[in-house]
Structure formats: structure tokens, C-alpha cells
């Protein structure tokens, strides 16, 4: 199956992000680029279009830089609680997870993190302090603590 030129309409994992052209197999682009609105078909007369996506997104990443450095701060200085059922013995039933993280640091700082973007350094099934990753921005990760509470 050949390839295909495609102008990214915002930014995909592992791809690139808005107004980068990227050659990609042609299923790809027509089965979940194209559809879900990710992505536009590459033209000699998209240049326009490629233009004003690289503009926009470079005002928007220095306002996101901005953005993300206080998130950072406000993210270090926060320690995050997490309420679990836990047995007799004090293990977790269940363990947490980078959705429950995400959850907790939403509440603790009334800003919405998604799941995708917290790093757990190990696997968490006791009570206790720990701490993770979180991706605020391009290049900008803050390192968390949070508290996992048992109850009987």
C-alpha cells in the first residue's frame, strides 16, 4: 500500500503536531486521520494552509510555555490525596492508577489533567507517599507527590 502526504490539523502522538506535513501509509490517513478530522490531504495549494497552522501554533506555544511553567509550580507545591479501600493486612484492593492520579490532582488544584499525561514510577498497591511524573507542556514535566490513604 503506498504512502500518502498528509497536513496535520493538530498534534498526534507519535506523528508531529498541527501544520506539519507527514508522509503516512495511505489506510492510516483514510481510515482515522482523515475522518476523525486530525489531519487534511496534502495539496501544492495547502501551502496557505500550512502557513497560518504554523503561526497559530507558535503564538500558542509561547503562551502555553507561560502557561505550563505556573502550572509546574503551582503542580510541585500541591500534594495530592488519594482515598482507597484497602484489606486488614493494608494492601490496596486494586491499585492506583495514572486515572486516579489525574483525578486527585484535579481536585487538589481545580485544573483538568488527563490520564495520558501522568507517569507513575512504579506500581502503587500499599498505602503511602509517592510521587510521579506529570507532563504539563512540550519539554515541561513536574514531579508530584501524592498520599494514598487506606480505609478499612
Not at 487534511?40 to 501551502?47: K, L, V
Not at 482515598?83 to 486515572?99: H, S
Amino acid at each position: 500500500m503506498p504512502n500518502r502526504k498528509v497536513i496535520l490539523n493538530q498534534e498526534v502522538d507519535g506523528l508531529g503536531a498541527a501544520g506539519d506535513v507527514v508522509e503516512v501509509r495511505a489506510g492510516y490517513a483514510r481510515n482515522l486521520l482523515l475522518p476523525r478530522g486530525w489531519a487534511s490531504a496534502w495539496s501544492a495549494g495547502a501551502e496557505k494552509h500550512i502557513e497560518s497552522l504554523r503561526k497559530a501554533r507558535q503564538a500558542k506555544q509561547i503562551a502555553d510555555h507561560d502557561e505550563a511553567i505556573k502550572v509546574k509550580g503551582e503542580l510541585e507545591s500541591t500534594t495530592a490525596r488519594i482515598d482507597m479501600k484497602a484489606g486488614k493486612n493494608g494492601r490496596l484492593f486494586g491499585a492506583v492508577t495514572p486515572a486516579l492520579v489525574a483525578e486527585a490532582l484535579q481536585t487538589a488544584t481545580g485544573r483538568d489533567f488527563d490520564r495520558r499525561q501522568v507517569a507513575l514510577t512504579g506500581h502503587v498497591k500499599t498505602p503511602g507517599s509517592y510521587s510521579a511524573v506529570v507532563r504539563v507542556g512540550d519539554e515541561i514535566t513536574a514531579k508530584i507527590k501524592f498520599e494514598v490513604i487506606g480505609k478499612a
